[in-house]
């Protein structure tokens, strides 16, 4: 994975990213973000931080009971998918403080009219905007700060966090000049790419895969059984036409181009091999395959999924000793945003 250059010489290559603990994870989460968090930990020279951001789930209404839940659920689903806690660091958002302090540093450079911008919040806050919270509106600053308490210089997401991460950049270049401080923080750089960076609804391929669509059927859960893969696969939206021979053949046809988009990143190939392989067959012949495709791959991680929630003792040792060494990493950078700002130093 080699999108993008480094950032500036004077960082060292950091990767940073998040994953909200609000219900259970999708195909979408999966091969947008934790299948590419596995790969960069594989690669040499990074080091990779990982987190569950509650905080921002916090933003909308969480039922106490299940955000515990919901938490470990995601910690389970990171080290089932291949995260090491050797070798990344994996670690819950609350527990480590800087978080919530250099979110608010952040929300005090970033600008209203940047705010106003961000799609995602209007398309959650509907025409109830007034309703919200102070939270979810901000939720972008926090963001910003996540990633540059490590001062991180990669940030693999999936493509609908485009934008926010557009503005972690701008907060962080604002800091920078506001302050005087050339390369304070480095420009963090979005690394979406692979086959799949943007899934979408089994049910309709204009619609990105939600945890939060109403339709079950639309999504396929990190939870779900080979049954229930198989059959959601089997009922989704497609079109009559044969798999075309080139990826151009897919524009306009928004679920072939999905189901092939999942083929490809499921299999470790990109969407010209799957092609070749399936030019000129129909979907008869392709849903069964991409079934299989699934379940081989999605069935190991869900049993270890739910080997790992069995022991939730297990869960919290490992994520309080992945706050203790993001704490490490962030505190001291904390304490320079603390000098550069003119604030009296954070206690130690
Ligand atoms: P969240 O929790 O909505 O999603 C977690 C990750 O999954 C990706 N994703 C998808 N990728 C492809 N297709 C989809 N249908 C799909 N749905 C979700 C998301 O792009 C994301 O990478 N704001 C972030 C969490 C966050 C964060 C951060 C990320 C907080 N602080 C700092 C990076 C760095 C969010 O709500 O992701």
Known sequence: MTEAAAPTAKHRPRVFSGVQPTGALTLGNYLGALKRFVEM?????????????????????QEPSSLRDAIRSVAAAYLASGLDPARSIIFNQSQVSAHAELGWICSCVVRLGWLNRMTQFKE?????????????????????????????????VGEDQKQHLEL???IAAKFNKDFGVPDFFPLPEPMIGGPAPRVMSLRDGTKKMSKSDPSDMSRINLTDD????????????????????????LD?????????????????????????????????????????????????????MSRLMADPAEIDRILADGAARA??????????????????????
Request: aromatic share 6%.
């Open 41 to 61: 930990q594989d690669e040499a020279g990074m080091e990779t931080i990982y987190c569950i951001v509650d905080l921002h789930a916090i933003t909308v209404w």
């Open 124 to 156: 959650k806050a509907g025409k109830n905007a007034e309703a919200q919270s102070g939270g979810l509106y901000m939720y972008p600053a926090l963001m910003a700060a996540d990633i540059l308490a490590y001062r991180a210089t990669h940030v693999p």
């Open 168 to 170: 972690s950049r701008d």
């Open 226 to 249: 080979a049954d229930t893969i198989a059959a959601k696969i089997r009922k989704a939206k497609t079109d009559p036409e044969p798999l075309p021979e080139a990826a151009e053949g």
């Open 252 to 304: 306009g046809r928004p679920e072939a181009r999905n189901l092939v988009g999942i083929m490809a990143a499921l299999t470790d190939r990109t969407v010209e091999q799957v092609l070749a392989e399936y030019a000129g067959q129909g979907f008869g012949v392709f849903k069964p395959r991409l079934a299989e495709a699934a379940v081989a791959h999605l069935s190991p991680i869900t049993a270890e």
């Open 327 to 348: 704490d490490a990493i962030a505190r001291p950078i904390l304490a320079e945003v603390y000098d550069t700002v003119g604030l009296l130093r954070p206690r130690p």
